[in-house]
DNA sequence: ATGTCAATTCGTCAGGTGACGAAATAAAGG
DNA sequence: CCTTTATTTCGTCACCTGACGAATTGACAT
């Protein structure tokens, strides 16, 4: 009940990039890979958002060999977490961004984060992170500079 | 349920000064000048917070001969105002600083917008902002940069 | 143990934010 | 009309924040 940890919770909601990722994580716990080729920003940039959306108390992360997925959660020591999170459930559902990234996490969830990995952590058409040669010439991907 | 609108509401609230001035508006409408005597902030400082509660519809102005009063809204098109001053109502009640403001806002109101206004818009023993001759010596009220 | 690779941390930079004091604005009253 | 004065707006400054790329970390596979 003190302002702390309820500044934590509203200031990480405040941000657009981070509600994107809360929004996502809806559908279901994500690979940190995927998250970063939905939203399409540097994985510096994500994994940032992710601390600080995790010190929160917004969500928690699960790691599975190589990977980290990261689900919401609110159900820690912070009590603003869980009833923002409640609220968001109901809240911009109909926002043209936040219907085209859940478009996009469909198809990150089917690709899943081996494939999204291998192809630079973004969706295909989507630029890439890591510019890897690649066997085969993809046409359309890579975009340096 | 755009983005726009919500992202007005969260930072706004996000702000720890700002949550003050609606933790105290919770009791009631109140002069520029109290919530300023409260606060103990420079005014055009509380004017730019009451500017941005005010855009994003937590707060309603009413002017009253030289005052203005605001109190809290939440009934306006922003569909997040009112949940999120739902929220508040049941937070924040034990943080200290809130408690304290709360005592503050008492006794402004005990006083009215004419004697603290007339006191350099600050609570007895506060700093004023207008520092008046004032006719009478203040003992430890006026406190030159 | 060593290389690989997903993820995090570090260093940097532009832009946003909150604070202040000074100046401008607008309503009340002589 | 002209002064007074409560409030807002303007200009400035230090600090925070979000973005990036580069370097580092740490788990996995060999």
Redesign the pocket.
Known sequence: MSLRPYEDVM?AV?????VRILKILEGGEL????I?AVI?????????????LRSAGLIK?R????????SLDGKGGNPYAGTMLRNLRKWLNDDPLVRKDRERTTLARNLG??AI??GG?ALPGGKT??CRPASGGEASAARP?
Chains 1, 2 share one sequence.
């Open positions: 200031k405040a941000d657009p990039t981070r690979c940190v890979c995927q970063i399409a920003l540097g994985q510096s940039t994500i994994s940032k958002h992710l601390f600080l992360d790691r599975d060999k190589k990977w980290v997925h990261y984060p081996v990995c291998e952590m992170v890591r500079g």
